[in-house]
């Protein structure tokens, strides 16, 4: 079972109230999520102009720069931190998931407790030796990317009327991506055209609300495929398939394997 074998955890960690005043430091080899998820945090790369905020928010650190942050004299931040390396985080740049910055570094965190509950749950796993248990934290990791992708600069003003809403219809899909959604009946819920509803959909969360719903399909068919014995007909009819054949096909098509494949790295059979 060595499915994520192309990825390994540098270190990761949660800290109560750090007090330093600066950290200047190059991430050689190795990418990391900064999460601070209570306080003020200032942080710049090169000789970028230092930025200023308060948290709940991340920035990502990697390699051929140069990173400045921490916190002013007499002020306190709580801050987790993930680092990883290898070949799959290739994938995640050209894919768009991880992506880099050197200006507008922080990404505010809208939905703070989902996040760091995936961030303990990953640290949780990185320390218990095992495949499977590493697999679950590269899981984790990123949807911990996606969450950033989500809660990204040019997402919707907080100020928006629709922005709640629109989470907690997210976090919905995400819970039973097994249903027949229709969006434009959501579309009406708030009063707006589809047309306008698919725009702010995609402000908020990168993608369209189809698309969204398909990763949260997919995302939950893979889980059921690496922990149960359920045959890969009834993961397609749990994950709102229309059927094995069309569930196949579309699990190879964005996960570049079959699902007996991806199962088989697990050692179980259908």
Request: with cysteine; glycine share 6%; hydrophobic share 35%.
């Amino acid at each position: 079972m060595n499915y994520f074998s192309d990825i390994s955890f540098v270190t990761c960690g949660i800290s109560d109230w750090v007090d330093n005043t600066a950290v200047d430091r190059r991430f050689e080899g190795y990418y990391g999520i900064q999460y601070v998820f209570d306080g003020e945090v200032f942080a710049k790369v090169n000789d970028h102009p230092a930025e200023i905020a308060e948290g709940p928010l991340a920035f990502i650190t990697y390699p051929g720069v140069s990173f400045s942050y921490g916190s002013r004299p007499g002020m306190l931040r709580r801050q987790a931190h993930v680092c990883f390396k290898g070949e799959r985080v290739k994938r995640y740049l050209r894919s768009g998931l991880l992506r880099l910055r050197e200006k507008n570094l922080f990404i505010r965190i809208t939905a703070n407790e989902p996040f760091m509950e995936a961030v303990r749950s990953l640290q949780k796993y990185v320390r218990i030796p095992g495949d499977s248990q590493h697999a679950r934290a590269v899981l984790l990791l990123e949807e911990l990317l996606l969450q950033l992708q989500e809660q990204s600069p040019g997402c919707v003003r907080s100020s928006s009327p629709y922005v709640r809403r629109l989470h907690l219809l997210r976090e919905k899909i995400a819970d039973a991506p097994q249903l027949a959604w229709d969006f434009e009946r959501e579309a009406e819920k708030l009063s707006i055209s589809y047309v306008h509803f698919r725009r702010i959909f995609r402000q908020m969360t990168g993608w369209s609300p189809g698309q969204y719903l398909l990763e949260c399909r997919l995302r939950h068919a893979e889980k059921l495929l690496m922990t149960s014995h359920m045959r890969v007909s009834e993961i397609s009819c749990e994950c709102g398939f229309e059927d094995e054949f069309h569930f196949s096909r579309i699990f190879k098509k964005h996960r570049a394997m079959s699902p007996s494949h991806l199962r088989s790295l697990y050692g179980l059979q259908d």
